[in-house]
T-cell receptor, first 115, second 115 residues
């Protein structure tokens, strides 16, 4: 059963803590993406990776970090430097980030709340 | 900088009505436009993807059109049903430069179809 999984579904963070959100895909896609969604706003790109061991900052990368050691996995760490991390986080993938006709497929999301 | 706007922000209609959701974008240098559906607390489901060279795409009761030169797209839903209630998002993919391949999202239209 192919798809994108994100875990956990809900995550609570205390002030000053780093937390890591998991994203795994078994679609054999090269490109993976992390977005943040706030109420009443569209999705905003945090980081993206077009290939293993390579990633680029999106529009709102400050306070976040990523790694891409495996094709299937693209974890996102929300660091204590992110001042307003409460949001819904969505991971996506596409066959190849450089191809114009690519559709992006999304995971179910992780809701992060700062206590 | 690409900006995507969706009108209306919210729409409530009785079951059976045909309806139109609007999406406009400021930079016509796009590769494609994608319409998504999002149910509350869930990830995004891709509905239709229109390449920049295409004028429209159809899937079941859904029809999406694209006028790249004027920076507009519409999503037409025929014979609406309560199960169509969701948030509908449009996103455009950048054509080149430093934004190559990047998706820019609108804020979404919240659709409610009541029986």
């Amino acid at each position: 059963d192919g798809g994108i999984t994100q875990s956990p579904k809900y995550l609570f963070r205390k002030e000053g803590q780093n937390v890591t959100l998991s994203c795994e895909q078994n679609l054999n896609h090269d490109a993976m993406y992390w977005y943040r969604q706030d109420p009443g706003q569209g999705l905003r790109l945090i980081y993206y990776s077009q290939i293993v061991n390579d990633f680029q900052k999106g529009d709102i990368a400050e306070g976040y970090s990523v790694s891409r050691e495996k094709k299937e996995s693209f974890p996102l760490t929300v660091t204590s430097a992110q001042k307003n991390p409460t949001a819904f986080y969505l991971c996506a993938s596409s066959i190849d980030g450089g191809l114009s006709y690519n559709e992006q497929f999304f995971g179910p999301g992780t809701r992060l709340t700062v206590l | 900088k690409q900006e995507v706007t969706q009108i209306p922000a919210a729409l409530s209609v009785p079951e059976g009505e045909n309806l139109v959701l609007n999406c406009s974008f400021t930079d016509s240098a796009i590769y494609n436009l994608q319409w998504f559906r999002q149910d509350p607390g869930k990830g995004l489901t891709s509905l239709l993807l229109i390449q920049s060279s295409q004028r429209e795409q159809t899937s079941g009761r859904l029809n999406a059109s694209l006028d790249k030169s004027s920076g507009r797209s519409t999503l037409y839903i025929a014979a609406s049903q309560p199960g169509d209630s969701a948030t509908y998002l449009c996103a455009v993919r950048a054509a080149g430069g430093t934004s190559y391949g990047k998706l820019t999202f609108g804020q979404g239209t919240i659709l409610t179809v009541h029986p």
